[in-house]
């Protein structure tokens, strides 16, 4: 289930608790609302092997390739992705220091989500692809790592859009550019990490919030389990 269907059940189940049995309220607004429709994109979480076969068969171009490499490895949102300087990068301690983003309505740089800046490590698959990138074209006056060419930030509509095609491309379902964090987690649960480890790289507040935002990661995570534990009776 989405996190806005879970909100929307919590939410009712509280408003009718209100109305019986404590009598709070005489009835409950929630009994005329229905609940947010399903939305396949928001469920569909790649696994790590399917990150690879989208960068393998779904000829993304080449900022492409480095943006979903940063948010499945790094755990970055899309506005920090498309906001990303060189001079927050560090190659040779393989680092990302995450503190902006870029809000696309107001068409300005702020702080990432929550008000706080955080440092992630690169895993090698993604400092390596950001140290040939880097020496193939060198860093802008912007200091963007994918600027447009006129220099400026890159649309995230056109992040989605290209992400799609790929997608498409690789014979995948369509999914959100966001649940790459998701393979993210996943891959994090995977690997036994802390959840405050994985709390601090997605930039979530607590534990807690990473925990109840990824349940389906945590899934993702035991089904590719039971796949390699099967492997062992082939």
Known sequence: PSVRQAAFRLAKS????AVKPYRIMP????EALEPPAFD???SCILTPAEVARVLRDGNPPDWLQGMIRVAAGCGLRKGEIVALKWENIDLVGRSIHVCIQY????????LPKGGKARTV????MVAGWLWDWH????APKTGLVWPTTSGRHKGQRNVTRAYHLALEKAGLEKSRFHNLRKTCASALMSAGSDPRIRSAILGHAT???TESVYTQAVFSALVEASDRAEKQFE
């Open 121 to 124: 490590p690169m895993p090698p």
């Open 27 to 30: 009835y409950s607004p929630f």
């Open 40 to 42: 396949p994109e928001e």
């Open 207 to 209: 534990p807690d919030v």
């Open 103 to 110: 809000d696309e309505v107001s068409k300005v740089e702020r």
């Open 135 to 138: 020496r193939a074209h060198g």
């Open 14 to 17: 509280l408003f009718s608790k």
